[in-house]
C-alpha cells in the first residue's frame, strides 16, 4: 500500500498525542483536524486495512472504525453467499 499521502496530512502539523487520546473532548478535537483534511480518505482506507486499534485515522474513533469494518462484512458476506449459489 502507497504511504505518500502521509506526508500530506492535517496531522503533519500536529503532535501524533492528538490522534490518540484518552478521552472523548480529545477525539473530537482530532476528529476537527481531520475534517478538511485532503487525504482523509486514505487515511481511513489504511487504518481500516491495517486494523489498526487505537487512535482516530480518517476523521473515524476506534468505536466508528469497528463498525464500518463490521458494516463492510455484513454487505461482503451475501454477496459471496450468492456468487457461490450461482457457481454450484
Not at 6 to 17: D, F, K, V, Y
Not at 55 to 69: C, D, F, I, M, N
Amino acid at each position: 500500500m502507497d504511504n505518500d499521502w502521509m506526508a500530506r496530512g492535517n496531522c503533519r502539523h500536529e503532535p501524533p498525542a492528538t490522534f490518540f487520546p484518552s478521552d472523548g473532548v480529545g477525539v473530537e478535537v482530532a476528529k476537527k483536524i481531520c475534517e478538511t483534511c485532503p487525504v482523509k480518505e486514505p487515511c481511513l482506507e489504511y487504518a481500516l486495512y491495517y486494523r489498526i486499534d487505537h487512535g482516530v485515522w480518517g476523521g473515524a474513533s476506534e468505536r466508528q472504525r469497528r463498525r464500518l469494518l463490521k458494516q463492510r462484512r455484513l454487505t461482503v458476506r451475501p454477496a459471496a453467499r450468492d456468487t457461490f449459489a450461482t457457481t454450484v
